[in-house]
């Protein structure tokens, strides 16, 4: 499998659509978070973490299972999170017919792009990614940076008054 191109997307005006809220479902779902305001998840079953997100409105609920032709065109980008294998691979041709982005939780070579490990604050975002193979080396980094990033107090304000020194 090719390397993939790490690309930061604006999507603030995207509908994203999430099949799943399992515990993968909802892991990317909280990822998601932050950066989507038109976030749909779809599932006869709904977990705590996104039943509670929906109720403060961070995101819609529909409490259904796929059906075929329903993916809208125009939808932006697609995660196929179900517990079902053969339901991902349906909703994966559905968005390929339409041209819309899909991440297959069950087979990454179904997926147009990869999950990253995103650690954040404020305006630094910073995506982590193995090529899909090492989960693992994902997960340590992404710890590795947040506790950095997070943990150990970042200070981009002594950041910049050391990079004007320099000038």
Not at 93 to 122: A, T
Not at 123 to 137: M, P
Request: negative net charge; glycine residues 8%; charged residues 30%.
């Amino acid at each position: 499998m090719a390397k993939r191109f790490p690309m930061f997307l604006d999507l603030t005006d995207r509908e994203i659509h999430v099949y799943g809220a399992g515990r993968i479902g909802t892991r990317r779902v909280k990822a998601l978070l932050p950066f989507s305001p038109h976030l749909t998840v779809h599932a006869p079953d709904i977990s705590g973490e996104i039943q509670k997100a929906a109720a403060e409105g961070r995101l819609f609920v529909r409490r259904e299972s796929y059906e075929p032709g329903s993916i809208r065109s125009g939808t932006f980008m697609v995660l196929a999170a179900t517990s079902d294998c053969s339901v991902n691979e349906k909703i994966c041709r559905e968005c390929r017919e339409k041209g819309i982005l899909v991440n297959v939780c069950s087979d990454q070579e179904l997926c147009d792009f990869h999950f990253p490990g995103i650690v954040s604050r404020e305006e630094l975002v910073i995506g982590i990614n193995a090529g899909g193979k090492d989960h693992s080396l994902a997960k340590k980094w992404t710890d590795r940076i947040r506790r950095e990033v997070e943990e150990d107090g970042y200070d981009d304000q002594a950041e910049k008054a050391s990079d004007d020194s320099k000038s």
